[in-house]
């Protein structure tokens, strides 16, 4: 069983949300990274670009698949992790510190859409 | 199987079954007007030798015609080795090698075109081509949109020094992905862009991407390096369509500028590629290595296997169709492989002298084209600039004229410019390569001449 951490928030395509002084931070679970295999290749949004909710921002590419990202919400990309272009494979090792990219979201109650760790929970044993 | 035809007495039976009298009867439905006529045999038959007379003397028709055409498809010494080794057996296939283990001899050579042609390009990265030169134009053009995300622009600075041909297979392909090709006006005096003269206003949305041709489709030498760097200065990628052969004497793209372009492209045809009639001809494309995961085609990568020998696979998969479905750089990789095949056994040959001294005897032979022609009263160089090894004149009358009676002595004698440059009414595009001898240009000055008059 992949590790779901309780203090994170979860969206169906598998991204984890942390947020931070009105910022959020985005990444790819446990569950996800499993399934990926090993990542070659992380292409990253751009910073400075506006992104709707559910809408593609990037690729995570592995050596089996390559599958997009997802925005888990609408907002200002203000920040992404250039050290994966140097190493993609700390997503694989630590899932939850190698976050992907930081949106300044256009909502406040935007974070409320999103699953917790038991709803996230179930979308993983469901499948 | 064996194809075993019906008897008529079997085809009377099927049709005494179903109550038909004639086969005819059964495409009654189909109007007369569309129906094929019987074939028109020209000849009741003829003997093997026979059709081999025939057919020698259709060869050597060919062979007697003296050709001074260029626009981009050019005929350059074969030596007869290429083509006797890439119609061997093992390499006589165009398919894509998906089957590593079963494909190592395909895969390697694949694996050397790449490393010959990215250093005839100065660039870092090539695939294992395209289609032709103009959809390798057309994907390099995709390429600089979904590259150049913070030009915030899908506009393309298409110069019309840009084959016309080109131009129209490139506006075919992106016109419905809401990208716009701007033309770009080349100096009357030059036949080239004037780089002072491109300007950037303030309201200006940019544009993705700069293209630039060298040679020119009038054979001239644009300002590679003012270009490039003008470009750069303003958000764009630069992309290069480029003759190969004359990049064994001219700086390679990628070292135009500071920084060297970002894309090179162009028709792979004058290496070891018969003119045959227009094609079968082959595309390439290359790229910076950060540019390598928005590179359409295919790419082979050379790695170790489980016991640390050697070997070759198709790698970074994951940009195209077979993996990525829609998402995939893109869906129109047909691989010409036989032809890059060939193109790598010449280059082999040629050896990086050997492409040098074809690159400079074709410009040496058009300088003299260009000296024996314009010393004909009434023909003028048409740009009065350098060039490689094609250049324009203007003759005293129409071009195409011209051309007819040029072709009745058995001389293509070049390109009338007109129908895609109406501004270059009597223009005419020539060329000489290494072939063409001393005696040839001679002789096709002295026909010109006679039919001016």
Redesign the interface.
């Known amino acids: 069983m992949s590790e779901i951490p309780a203090d994170l928030k979860y969206s169906k395509s598998h991204e984890w949300v942390r947020e931070e002084g009105g910022m959020i931070t985005v990444g790819i679970t446990d569950h996800a990274q499993e399934l990926l295999g090993d990542i070659v290749?992380v292409?990253l949004p751009?910073v400075g670009?506006e992104i709707d909710l559910d809408g593609e921002c990037g690729v995570i590419?592995s050596v089996k698949?390559?599958s997009?990202l997802y925005a888990p919400m609408a907002g200002e990309i203000v920040e992404v992790n250039e050290a994966l272009a140097d190493s993609p494979e700390s997503i694989n090792e630590t899932p939850y510190d190698a976050w992907v990219f930081r949106i300044k979201p256009t909502s406040s109650d935007a974070l409320e859409q999103l699953l917790d760790a038991a709803a996230y929970t179930e979308v993983v044993e469901a499948e | 199987m064996p194809f075993i035809p019906h008897t008529e007495v079997e085809t009377q039976s099927m049709l005494a079954s179903i109550g038909v009298e004639h086969i005819d009867s059964l495409f009654e439905e189909i109007p007369p007007s569309l129906r094929a006529s019987p074939v028109d045999h020209p000849l009741d038959g003829l003997s093997e030798m026979e059709v081999g007379q025939l057919m020698r003397e259709r060869a050597t028709a060919d062979d007697h015609t003296l050709c001074f055409a260029g626009g981009g498809a050019y005929q350059h010494h074969i030596p007869a080795a290429v083509w006797e080794l890439a119609t061997r057996g093992e390499y006589y296939s165009a398919y894509t090698p998906y089957q590593a283990e079963a494909s190592q001899g395909t895969l390697q050579l694949l694996y050397e075109y790449q490393s010959m042609m990215s250093s005839l390009m100065g660039m870092e990265v090539s695939n294992t081509s395209l289609y032709d030169g103009a959809s390798a134009l057309a994907e390099a053009v995709l390429m600089a949109v979904r590259s150049n995300r913070k030009a915030k622009s899908k506009r393309i600075l298409m110069p019309v020094t840009v084959h016309p041909i080109y131009r129209k297979v490139v506006s075919t392909l992106v016109r419905h992905q809401d990208i716009d090709l701007v033309e770009l006006e080349y100096n009357s005096a030059t036949g080239t862009i004037d780089p002072d003269s491109l300007q950037l206003s303030e309201e200006d949305p940019g544009y993705a991407a700069l293209v630039i041709p060298l040679p020119g489709y009038f054979g001239t030498l644009e300002a590679v390096h003012k270009l490039t760097d003008w470009a750069h200065e303003h958000g764009m990628l630069v992309i290069a369509t480029v003759n190969p052969v004359a990049m064994a004497t001219l700086t390679p793209p990628g070292e135009w500028g500071e920084k060297g372009v970002d894309i090179a492209c162009g028709e792979g045809q004058p290496l070891g590629i018969p003119l045959s009639s227009g094609g079968p001809y082959f595309g390439f494309l290359c790229c910076r290595q950060s540019l390598v995961r928005q590179l359409p085609g295919r790419l082979i990568g050379r790695t170790r296997d489980l016991e640390d020998r050697e070997g070759f696979a198709l790698t970074l998969q994951a940009r195209e169709q077979h993996i990525r479905r829609s998402k995939a750089t893109s869906n129109i990789c047909t691989n010409q492989g036989l032809m890059v095949t060939a193109a790598t056994i010449f280059m082999s040959l040629m050896g990086a002298r050997g492409l040098e001294q074809m690159s400079q005897g074709s410009h040496l032979n058009t300088e003299k084209l260009a000296q024996r022609i314009t010393a004909i009263e009434g023909v003028k160089q048409t740009f009065k600039v350098p060039f490689f090894h094609e250049l324009v004149v203007t003759l005293p009358q129409s071009a195409s004229g011209v051309l007819e009676q040029l072709a009745a002595e058995q001389i293509v004698g070049g390109i009338a410019l007109q129908s895609h440059y109406p501004e270059l009414e009597n223009g005419l595009l020539i060329c000489a390569t290494e072939l063409r001898t001393d005696a040839e240009i001679d002789h096709f000055a002295t026909v010109l001449e006679r039919v001016l008059c």
């Open positions: 290749f292409e751009e670009g590419e698949a390559a997009d």
